[in-house]
């Protein structure tokens, strides 16, 4: 006979089942959202690319300042070329780390083709394999994206994080039971020492409180790193990758902190409150717990800066290879000891439906041309894939051969008024460390305009003067300019290419492509005349200009 107690064991068991049920239902839900969002996004243009880059570029900044031997984009190339931007249109990153690595690999210029060749190992093995890119990208996607994460600074700056003076944590942490062994001798004097100890701690524990608890959310992006790490190494699809062999490597070090933290209210756990909270000042159980857990990280920075780029060259492959497949035209570099540069179908990632451009340099280069023909446009895309061709070997193009060399440039140059100094000045020191760079490394140089910021026959001068050093050096020179001057004063020795316009009728079409000699053509006046200046204006303009 079926009981009243049986009904209720019976719901009790059918409401279980529905939950568990609704559970597994949920989870595969949500997972197979995020698939479709990573499927969807892959070898698409990122779509978000509002976000700031102070966070992401730590890693670039510590690995800049502790840089030995690396050749790196320095700071005018990269804002030069607009190098953030070119960041934002290839990050797909899924995790910080990716991100942040992704940044300082822009900066870093190989100088041999060994670990270009390992990063397309990887790259490929993504972009063939989709369903091994796509179980990467959710173990990924446990890790998550965190800003100001401290992990660049765990493995530069780890003394910073650890608090001072770690025994003594330990010395007051352990006051409160020697102060109870004199329980056993007079109680009154027990209670006290047992009294002030608590005073002392809680004074310690209120002080430092806060910079434990400000290190909560980097110490659980940690956490999440190592299980992200462990997820990837029980892919079977990653096996035998050396990536991952590094990661599973560098993660044993820090086996034992991937068990619950007993930091319980530095790692997050608020609510505790009454007795615990209690213990945890009497002992200082946090503050120990923090340290030993700081101790832990300084002693294998090594090892955690290696896991650290395991996992950004993971994510980076992935990115790169939906950055690829997003490109209209892409190519995997080559590489010759020639200082020239050949081009095939080159374009600026950045530019939609861009024109592209084919040829050989091979000598160094003087590019005129009218207003808005397309010059400077022209030698920031071959800059750009210099760069890209060196870092992430893969240029948006048909063909790109280059050499290793230091990409340098010199381009939208500014002057500084709070620091008192002007234009021209602020030209010649940009042109003053590509003068420098040249006698240490093999370098292209990129220059638009140059000495712009001085009268005709003084700039036309220096100019050619400057050009003619250049030219004696071990670098490719391209230099955009609308002085036509230096053209024949530099015909012996700097090639000759332009671009042009048609003027028909009341408008001006430019079809920016890449002409053999120099310029023979002006716009400027004509340009003002389409802009609708007043007539008598323009007439003047022509006028004064035939005069010259």
Not at 42 to 56: K, Q
Not at 154 to 176: A, K, V
Not at 419 to 433: P, Q, T, W
């Amino acid at each position: 006979m079926v009981t009243f107690t049986d009904y209720i064991i019976y719901l009790l068991a059918t409401i279980l089942a529905v939950i568990v049920v609704s559970f597994i239902i949920t989870k595969l839900q949500s997972r197979k959202k995020v698939e479709g969002k990573f499927r969807d996004a892959f070898g698409n243009a990122p779509n978000n690319t509002d976000y700031e880059l102070d966070s992401i570029k730590k890693y670039s900044e510590f690995k800049d300042a502790h840089n030995t031997n690396c050749l790196r984009v320095d700071k005018t190339t990269w804002n030069d070329l607009n190098m953030d931007n070119v960041f934002k249109r290839i990050n797909a990153c899924v995790t910080s780390i990716g991100e942040e690595y992704l940044y300082n690999c822009l900066h870093e210029l190989h100088q041999d083709e060994k670990p270009l060749a390992q990063k397309e190992e990887l790259i490929a093995s993504f972009a063939h394999n989709p369903q091994a890119r796509l179980r990467a990208q959710i173990a990924l996607s446990t890790l998550g994206k965190q800003n100001y994460n401290s992990l660049p600074s765990l493995m530069f700056q780890s003394n910073y994080h650890i608090l001072p003076f770690p025994p003594l944590y330990t010395i007051f942490g352990l006051m409160p039971l020697a102060s109870a062994l004199f329980l056993f001798i007079n109680v009154h004097l027990g209670a006290s020492l047992i009294f002030l100890a608590f005073a002392i701690n809680l004074i310690i524990y209120y002080k430092t409180k806060f910079r434990v608890d400000s290190e909560m959310l980097n110490i659980s992006y940690f956490v999440k790193l190592l299980g992200a790490g462990r997820r990837i190494c029980a892919l079977e699809e990653l096996h035998g990758l050396p990536v991952v062999d590094d990661i599973r490597k560098n993660s044993l070090a820090f086996r034992k902190l991937t068990r619950r933290m007993s930091l319980r209210s530095g790692l997050g756990n608020a609510d505790i409150t009454g007795l615990t909270m209690y213990l945890d000042i009497l002992f200082l159980i946090d503050m120990r717990q923090f340290n030993k857990f700081m101790l832990r990280i300084k002693k294998h920075h090594d090892k955690l800066h290696e896991l650290y780029k395991a996992i950004g060259e993971i994510d980076n492959a992935i990115c790169i290879a939906s950055f690829r497949k997003s490109l209209p035209t892409c190519c995997l570099p080559t590489f010759s000891n020639d200082a020239g540069v050949k081009f095939s179908e080159v374009f600026h990632p950045l530019i939609p439906l861009a024109v592209t451009n084919s040829g050989t340099f091979s000598n160094h280069n003087l590019v005129t041309g009218s207003n808005a023909s397309g010059k400077s446009t022209f030698i920031r895309a071959l800059a750009v894939n210099g760069i890209l061709a060196q870092t992430i070997h893969t240029c948006a193009a048909r063909e790109f051969r280059t050499r290793f060399c230091l990409v340098a440039t010199s381009m939208a140059v500014q002057d500084n008024l709070l620091g008192g100094e002007s234009y021209f000045v602020a030209e010649i020191k940009s042109l003053e460390r590509i003068m420098d760079y040249i006698q240490k490394y093999a370098c292209a140089c990129y220059i638009d305009e140059i000495l712009r910021g001085t009268n005709t026959i003084e700039r036309i001068a220096a100019s050619a003067a400057a050009l003619e050093h250049l030219h004696k050096q071990d670098c490719l020179c391209v230099i955009a300019t609308h002085d036509i001057e230096l053209t024949r004063i530099l015909d012996d020795k700097f090639d000759n290419y332009h671009f042009s316009e048609n003027i028909a009728n009341e408008s001006i079409e430019f079809n920016y492509k890449l002409n053999s000699g120099a310029s023979t053509t002006r716009n400027a006046i004509k340009l003002l005349e389409f802009m609708g200046f007043d007539k008598s204006i323009v007439e003047y303009a022509e006028k004064i200009a035939n005069k010259m």
